[in-house]
């Protein structure tokens, strides 16, 4: 198969080659990513100016690193890119996890997966739930990851290989739709997948104000939901894996029956 993949946290991220290399071993993986972080931009596009490109050669297939949005990254690659279609897009492996409403409608992540919808292909994103001293050292990238991070990692990119596999067998691509999977932080060996629905999560106030000044200031989000309702949110953060499908085909439908 060939399946091209993109992230939100950038080209350099330390998620995105082992999930390049994973894949790689039987399929044909082309990567076009943002050339810096594009977190939080959800599925922007660069309408003005210009998005230049780079290539790298440390990826074990073809490689772009774009000046524009997880979304750019996608419809380019899909229209000047990628020599034949793919067969499934994948966004992620993003650092920290996309678990909740609050999060889904923000992510570049999802956004990225979401333009790859819009084209009528199969798309998938993955995230990972990191504790926050892990997500810091992890997006500061001041230092290579822990041993056991980058082993959980590798056996996260394993667990989303054989899901894809069994995706493509078993979906038909399905206009506007996605397929978000969170990973949780531990013991990806005791962990199943659980179909989840979205937690309702707050978007309560994220910037800090200095005089005339705000500055984004990411806190824990509050959420509506109970510990024991089956979201993404809670069983992520019990250590299962969630798979979550966000139906944007289904927008306002019921209001045309």
Not at 13 to 38: G, I, M, W, Y
Not at 50 to 79: K, R
Not at 180 to 192: E, I, K, W, Y
Not at 227 to 247: A, K, L, M, S, Y
Request: proline share 6%.
């Amino acid at each position: 198969m060939k399946i091209l993949i993109t992230n939100d946290d950038g080209i350099d991220s330390p998620f995105l080659k082992p999930l390049a290399e994973t894949f790689a071993e039987n399929h044909d993986v082309p990567a076009v990513a943002p050339r810096a972080e594009q977190s939080w931009i959800g599925k922007a596009m660069s309408r003005r100016g210009t998005v230049e490109m780079e290539t790298h050669t440390d990826f074990p297939g073809p490689a772009y690193s774009l000046s524009g949005t997880p979304s750019d990254c996608v419809n380019i690659a899909l229209a000047h890119l990628c020599p034949t279609q793919p067969d499934l897009v994948i966004s992620g492996i993003n650092i920290g996890h996309n678990a909740g409403l609050s999060f889904i409608a923000s992510s570049g992540t999802i956004g990225g997966a979401l333009e790859a919808s819009l084209q009528n292909l199969p798309a998938i994103a993955a995230s990972m739930y990191l504790d926050p001293e892990a997500f810091r050292a992890v997006s500061q990238r001041d230092k290579a990851l822990s041993n056991d991070l980058e082993d959980h990692l590798v056996h996260a990119t394993r667990i989303l290989k054989t899901f894809a596999s069994t995706f493509i067998e078993n979906h038909r691509p399905q206009y506007g739709q996605v397929h978000s999977l969170n990973f949780p932080n531990r013991n990806l060996d005791q962990a199943s997948i659980h179909k989840a629905r979205t937690a309702r999560t707050l978007s309560s106030s994220l910037f800090e104000r200095d005089g005339d000044q705000f500055r984004f200031a990411y806190k824990p989000l509050e959420t509506l939901d109970g510990d024991e309702d089956p979201t993404d949110r809670n069983f992520v953060h019990q250590g299962q894996i969630t798979h979550t499908i966000i139906d944007y085909s289904t927008i306002d439908q019921k209001s045309y029956k």
